[in-house]
């Protein structure tokens, strides 16, 4: 199995901060790599699909980039509703595997 | 708009079974996989499997093999996941999600098609205790 390795595990940051989440795959997936977002007791949403296309209604501030074994999310300018845990995902087979996830706080 | 409306709490002992509902409203429910996942209390989560609603065809992770069903009812739009013996760890919020698909256009080697998970159901705390 494809295995999904997040870092750092938690991060600080202060509004209106630039920060940068990385995740790196055991093997290539090519831009086979979703980025979700879950608040506390909420569902998790999808920001950014096949590595770096914005999911239709997620702010623009969010960004990701990546191919192969090596991906990251930026936010440009962290927002106070930013502050949650992030969770990257491969679709590269009929298998899904989520990272460990990186918890953003302030 | 689209929603996956779940089952409420369940609370079961160690060994039994639990049967989690996931009802989907505003799109073709035959069109769209439905991946389940779950997330145990404070960890991360972790995917369980997906079924083709229009053919009933499955896919399990292996942690899950020969423990885990997953079925759907066409007619009421609705996708379960059956979980059989259950144990303490099992203890978690258990997720039904929509997977979205795009196929891009073939290059000499491939045809991507890219899947990822646009909308989640609200979750279904599973407690097993004694």
């Known amino acids: 199995d494809i295995q999904m390795t997040q870092s750092p595990s938690s991060l600080s940051a202060s509004v209106g901060d630039r920060v940068t989440f990385t995740c790196r795959a055991s093997?290539?997936?090519?831009?086979?790599l979703n980025w979700y977002q879950q608040t506390p007791g909420k569902a998790p949403k999808v920001l950014i699909y096949?590595?770096?296309f914005l999911q239709s209604g997620v702010p623009s501030r969010f960004s990701g980039s990546g191919s192969g074994t090596d991906f990251s999310l930026t936010i440009s300018s962290l927002q106070p509703e930013d502050f949650a845990v992030y969770y990257c995902q491969h679709s590269y087979n009929s298998s899904s595997i989520f990272g460990q996830g990186t918890k953003l706080q302030i | 708009q689209v929603q996956l409306e779940q089952s409420g709490a369940e609370v079961k002992k160690p060994g039994a079974s639990v049967k989690v509902s996931c009802t989907a409203s505003?799109?073709?429910?035959?069109?769209?996989?439905i991946h389940w996942l779950r997330q145990a209390p404070g960890q991360g989560l972790e995917w369980v499997g997906w079924i083709n609603p229009k053919s009933g065809g499955t896919n399990y992770t292996q942690n899950f093999q020969g423990r885990v069903t997953m079925t759907r009812d066409r007619s009421i739009t609705t996708a379960y996941l059956e979980l059989n013996w259950l144990q303490s760890d099992d203890t978690a919020v258990y997720y039904c999600?929509?997977?979205?698909?795009?196929?891009?256009?073939?290059?000499?080697?491939?045809?991507?098609?890219?899947?990822?998970?646009?909308?989640w159901g609200q979750g279904s705390l599973v407690t097993v205790a004694s």
């Open positions: 096949a590595a770096s």
């Open positions: 999600a929509r997977e979205t698909r795009r196929q891009e256009s073939c290059s000499d080697t491939s045809c991507p098609l890219y899947t990822w998970l646009d909308s």
């Open positions: 093997q290539s997936i090519s831009t086979f």
């Open positions: 505003g799109y073709s429910f035959s069109g769209f996989y």
